[in-house]
């Protein structure tokens, strides 16, 4: 991974996730599960597409044990079109379809323009006209902003960052690495 997408001090002491799960989040699986798998992420981040497979191969794995929550740290500098994929998934979480958007942002990573979020919106059955308002619409800023601001309060830097129960995942996210991390914390 590219020193801007990785955290390259490991031997540091990992800050604990700041802001707690909270029911208004994006997240898949049960309170209940014996792990919270924590992802901050950005849809122009080439990691963070390979680690969505890894994710997903994890909650078959993990199936009801795994709960899984996604918040947006769109990196605009290294990622022109982050913000706004970010804010496409919050404005389809308002229609009900988040992880559809979600999954099809990971899917094509390479077409992020505002033409082919409405695209997305369109294949998801969500109302066109709709999804553009909200797109633009200050609470969906505010949605991608909140969650920046706790990211930043738990110091992340780069994405993908995850938390495994609250506690930082300093090591490499995939299958193997990660999946041994969730298996240690269950």
């Not at 802001?19 to 963070?48: I, K, M, W």
């Not at 969500?126 to 930043?152: C, I, M, N, W």
Request: net charge negative.
């Amino acid at each position: 991974m590219a020193q801007e997408d990785q955290v390259t001090d490991l031997d540091a002491a990992p800050p604990d996730l700041k802001v707690a799960v909270s029911e208004n989040e994006h997240v898949v699986g049960p309170p209940t599960a014996a792990v919270t798998l924590v992802e901050y992420g950005d849809f122009g981040c080439r990691f963070c597409d390979e680690a969505f497979a890894v994710v997903e191969s994890l909650q078959a794995r993990f199936g009801r044990n795994l709960r899984f929550v996604f918040r947006h740290n769109p990196r605009g500098e290294l990622h022109a079109h982050a913000r706004l994929a970010a804010e496409a998934s919050e404005a389809a979480a308002l229609q009900g379809k988040f992880w559809g958007m979600h999954d099809l942002l990971y899917a094509r990573p390479k077409a992020l323009e505002e033409a082919d979020l409405v695209h997305y919106a369109v294949t998801l059955g969500l109302d066109a006209q709709r999804f553009s308002a909200d797109l633009h619409s200050p609470a969906v800023a505010k949605h991608v902003r909140d969650d920046e601001v706790g990211g930043t309060h738990s110091s992340i830097i780069t994405t993908p960052t995850f938390f495994i129960n609250g506690a930082r995942f300093n090591g490499t996210p995939d299958l193997e690495t990660l999946g041994a991390a969730i298996l240690a914390a269950s």
